[in-house]
């Protein structure tokens, strides 16, 4: 049976947890086999290519890793949390 996660393509998330926390994006892809997300403009990786045709000087390629699912959640839930938590600040004062 086919894993389900939280999370889906297209989505808005946030990394909650992990060397990106706080970061924000645009679900492209969610690798199912080993529970990972690649998260638009998180977790940016480089990659040496060599010399080809359509490279010929060669370069240095940024693109997205991937980061585990348990570290992202909906950008909705996370700005219900953050009010949530607001709110019985403000109640107190």
């Given at each position: 049976m086919a894993q389900k996660f939280h999370i889906k393509r297209n989505d808005q998330v946030?990394?909650?947890?992990?060397?990106?926390k706080g970061?924000?994006?645009?679900?492209?892809?969610?690798r199912a086999a080993?529970?990972?997300a690649v998260v638009e403009g998180v977790a940016m990786i480089k990659r040496h290519l060599?010399?080809?045709?359509e490279n010929?000087?060669?370069?240095i390629a940024e693109r997205e890793g991937?980061?585990?699912v348990s570290n992202?959640?909906?950008q909705s839930?996370?700005?219900?949390?953050?009010?949530?938590?607001?709110?019985?600040?403000?109640?107190?004062?």
């Amino acid at each position: 049976m086919a894993q389900k996660f939280h999370i889906k393509r297209n989505d808005q998330v946030v990394v909650i947890a992990g060397a990106h926390k706080g970061k924000s994006g645009k679900v492209l892809e969610v690798r199912a086999a080993k529970n990972r997300a690649v998260v638009e403009g998180v977790a940016m990786i480089k990659r040496h290519l060599k010399k080809s045709q359509e490279n010929p000087q060669g370069k240095i390629a940024e693109r997205e890793g991937t980061v585990h699912v348990s570290n992202l959640m909906l950008q909705s839930r996370y700005d219900q949390t953050k009010r949530a938590k607001v709110a019985p600040a403000a109640a107190k004062a």
